[in-house]
């Protein structure tokens, strides 16, 4: 049996020390479903991977590079959890694992809306801005999550991680907002779809964050396994829908 201390769970880069007797098994039946939950979001990642590049030829080819970066998101992310449920094993949270894994996997997530809105060299300028965004996003959120629970320094880079996610999703919804309405109608619901992923699925994150003040890290865990399948997954099966509606919608060769 191990205890969870939310103290200690944002000491040693975010990693809690919940340690338990492997002879005993492991620990309580919460403490088993999060390990499952961590075996299955591996084993969803990785399918989600194969798929993505399985389907990368079913496209048009103007949009099969969008197809090569949902696969490369699920993939990074079955790297990952395959080493956060070796982590998790040993009877720790593995938080430090989960912000390496955001730092490569979303701003690939965000790279999409350029790469399916086909903005030329505006699709890079808006692209190296959310990706700064992101990163500042990320490193300030660590920055939190390393601090000691309820200073004055944990409080402020949480704020501030918040305060930049505002502004993706300020980015998505007010600068490109108008080249959304402007895409081919079955591109334009999957984009409006995408920015809710952003706009809602990654609200999960801070919530998990103050979750872990509570106490709750074991909870956090198991919403976090959840979230990341639908937010990087799903966000990359309503893209592929898009690009594949548009394309019978329209008649694109495949060639």
């Not at 409006?192 to 106490?215: N, Q, S």
Request: aromatic share 16%; net charge neutral.
């Amino acid at each position: 049996m191990f205890s969870i201390s939310a103290n200690a769970l944002l000491a040693d880069f975010g990693a809690v020390s919940m340690k338990f007797d492997p002879a005993a098994g492991l620990g309580t039946q919460l403490q088993t479903l999060t390990l499952y939950l961590f075996f299955a979001g591996t084993v969803a990642m990785g399918a989600g991977a194969l798929y993505f590049f399985l389907m990368r030829s079913n496209v048009a080819p103007e949009y099969r590079s969008t197809m090569v970066v949902a696969g490369l998101v699920c993939a990074i992310a079955c790297f990952h959890y395959l080493k956060m449920t070796d982590v998790y094993k040993t009877g720790e949270f593995p938080t430090a694992l989960r912000y390496v894994d955001w730092l490569f996997t979303t701003p690939l997530l965000l790279l999409k809306f350029p790469l399916l809105l086909r903005m030329g060299e505006r699709g890079t300028k808006f692209f190296w801005q959310l990706v700064l965004l992101d990163v500042a996003m990320i490193v300030t959120a660590f920055i939190a999550e390393t601090s000691q629970v309820n200073s004055e320094r944990w409080w402020t880079f949480f704020l501030v991680s918040c305060g930049f996610e505002a502004f993706i999703v300020y980015v998505l919804y007010m600068s490109l907002g108008q080249a959304i309405m402007e895409a081919p109608a079955p591109l334009a619901r999957a984009l409006e779809t995408m920015r809710l992923f952003v706009l809602i699925g990654w609200a999960i994150y801070p919530i998990g964050f103050l979750m872990a003040r509570a106490g709750y890290g074991e909870y956090r865990e198991i919403i976090y396994n959840i979230a990341d399948v639908i937010n990087k997954v799903g966000f990359g099966l309503v893209a592929y829908h898009g690009i594949e509606a548009m394309s019978h919608e329209h008649g694109h060769s495949r060639g």
